[in-house]
């Protein structure tokens, strides 16, 4: 039986620094992950954290480095400082998306009922993360815990998702 009960919170503590290679990924990823500080994960859905940073795959040539809002300019210009032959490029991402905390128990079915959390039988585990539709709008699920999700959306179609969620869900204020 579903629940409709869930919590909802915007995190506006998560920085980003969106990474993009001009080559695969085997070619930059040891350079880009000391320069990142955390190991950048090379296989989709993949989550790798280390030192308050955590690296999200995104494309077989790109990933969302999430750091804290302070960091995010020093995190791309180390990263594109590694980077002179620009075989890599790095720009601060924190204004383009809007990060969404779900939790509590309706979380997965509320992120089931917009579209879809995967295909897999047991879906997306702790430690990872997919790029997905919900509600029709672009969105990167990242689950943090058992009944914890993270949801990042652009920042221009952010209203419309939450406006979306509470009419499909009655949330409890956080």
């Not at 040891?30 to 500080?37: R, V």
């Not at 620009?86 to 809007?98: E, I």
Request: aromatic share 6%; proline share 2%; net charge neutral.
């Amino acid at each position: 039986m579903k629940t409709n009960i869930a919590a909802l919170r915007e995190r506006k503590d998560i920085g980003c620094v969106l990474l993009s290679a001009a080559v695969t990924a085997d070619q930059v990823a040891s350079k880009a992950s000391a320069a990142a500080g955390v190991e950048l994960p090379l296989a989709a859905g993949a989550i790798k954290t280390a030192a308050g940073r955590t690296a999200l795959w995104l494309t077989p040539r790109s990933w969302l480095i999430r750091c804290s809002v302070e960091e995010e300019s020093n995190l791309a210009g180390a990263l594109n400082a590694a980077f002179p032959d620009k075989l890599a490029h790095a720009v601060g991402f924190t204004d383009a998306l809007c990060w969404l905390e779900l939790s509590e128990l309706g979380a997965l079915d509320l992120l089931t009922e917009g579209g879809f959390v995967s295909f897999e039988r047991n879906g997306i585990p702790v430690g990872h993360a997919k790029r997905t539709l919900i509600a029709q709008v672009a969105v990167i699920v990242a689950r943090e815990g058992d009944s914890v999700w993270l949801v990042a959306v652009e920042r221009s179609r952010a209203q419309y998702f939450v406006n979306w969620l509470s009419a499909a869900v009655q949330f409890r204020e956080c």
